[in-house]
């Protein structure tokens, strides 16, 4: 009779650093770009570049903690920015920094494919998040799915899959 025994190091997973700064300047740069881009026209409105950065540092440092304070941080810091509701994005990044560092803590989520199928589904949870807040807390109306935001998810999802692979360059060896 065999017995099946799985240890902690049999499915190790590389936790990775970034360089010092790394993770605050490209947290600034996607809350600048977001803003700027945002003022310029509407059509970037359906970039999601913060959202983008709290997924990738999720996966990439796989600590929920770490995850879910990165993502409040960044949220809080774009409602004041966007003018939205103080907390709407916060409750929203929050909880999508601490499912993608769990995810990313028990998957290996380094290829193209498996990085845009995570994306597309983060940011669709991300836009429920949003709306759940707005119609419980803020009783406005915000639909949970429309073509729009799967054009946008689609978009992002894609965009990810660039940034994520630029971003890697800034880890450390």
Same mark, same amino acid.
Do not use: W
């Given at each position: 009779?065999t017995t099946l025994r799985?240890?902690?190091? %049999?499915?190790?997973? $590389?936790?990775?650093?970034?360089?010092? #700064?790394?993770?605050? #300047?490209?947290?600034?740069?996607?809350?600048?770009?977001?803003?700027?881009?945002?003022?310029? &026209?509407?059509?970037?409105? +359906?970039? $999601? !570049?913060?959202?983008?950065?709290?997924?990738?540092?999720? !996966?990439?440092?796989?600590? &929920?903690?770490? #995850? /879910?304070?990165?993502?409040?941080?960044?949220?809080? !810091?774009?409602?004041?920015?966007?003018?939205?509701?103080?907390?709407?994005? #916060?409750?929203?990044?929050?909880? +999508?920094g601490y499912i993608s560092s769990s995810?990313?803590?028990?998957?290996?989520? $380094?290829?193209?494919?498996?990085?845009?199928? !995570?994306?597309?589904?983060?940011?669709?949870?991300?836009?429920?998040?949003?709306?759940?807040?707005?119609?419980?807390?803020? &009783?406005?109306? $915000?639909?949970?799915?429309? +073509?729009?935001?799967?054009?946008? &998810?689609?978009?992002? %999802?894609?965009?990810?899959?660039?940034?994520?692979?630029?971003?890697?360059? /800034?880890?450390?060896?």
């Amino acid at each position: 009779m065999t017995t099946l025994r799985m240890d902690s190091q %049999s499915q190790h997973i $590389e936790v990775h650093k970034f360089y010092s #700064g790394a993770v605050i #300047g490209v947290c600034f740069l996607a809350l600048v770009l977001q803003a700027f881009l945002n003022r310029f &026209s509407v059509r970037f409105q +359906i970039l $999601e !570049l913060p959202l983008l950065v709290v997924v990738y540092f999720g !996966l990439s440092r796989r600590n &929920s903690v770490t #995850g /879910l304070l990165l993502g409040t941080a960044v949220g809080l !810091l774009q409602d004041g920015i966007a003018h939205t509701p103080i907390g709407l994005y #916060g409750i929203a990044k929050g909880f +999508i920094g601490y499912i993608s560092s769990s995810i990313g803590a028990r998957l290996d989520t $380094e290829h193209p494919i498996s990085r845009l199928i !995570l994306m597309f589904f983060f940011f669709h949870i991300h836009q429920i998040l949003i709306a759940l807040v707005m119609r419980l807390l803020l &009783s406005q109306h $915000e639909p949970f799915f429309s +073509i729009h935001l799967l054009t946008a &998810s689609l978009i992002n %999802s894609v965009l990810g899959v660039f940034l994520f692979a630029g971003l890697d360059r /800034l880890r450390k060896q």
